[in-house]
């Protein structure tokens, strides 16, 4: 599922804002790292239009997405629980919209 422009741009600024990177430095990787993060979260929570629309999506993506950038040095770690915590509840949420519109 494509993901809103509005909400592409408004996640793209939000990581320059979390990194603390000026728009235009380093854009090419932070936009690999947001559309992986993207692309993680709604595998993992489900593609409904609920879970897009949601605001723990956004936080979810920019969150992951800094977490790959300022860990890119090192060897993988494992998502914080926190992230995973959020990402279950969305997945709830995103499992309870597809439920009850059939």
């Known amino acids: ?4 422009d509005n909400i592409n741009q408004e996640m793209n600024e939000m990581l320059h804002d979390s990194v603390r990177i000026p728009i235009g430095v380093d854009d090419g990787l932070l936009n690999q790292y947001l559309k992986a993060s993207s692309s993680y979260v709604l595998t993992y ?22 977490f790959l950038y300022e ?13 995973k915590m959020v990402m279950d509840q969305l997945a709830l949420n995103g499992f309870n919209s597809v439920k009850q519109e059939v």
Do not use: H, W, Y
């Open 1 to 4: 599922m494509n993901i809103p």
């Open 45 to 66: 929570t489900g593609t409904a239009d609920t879970v897009i629309n949601d605001d723990r999506f956004i936080f979810l993506c920019v969150e992951l997405a800094s």
């Open 71 to 83: 860990n890119r040095t090192t060897q993988v770690k494992d998502i914080p629980a926190p992230l």
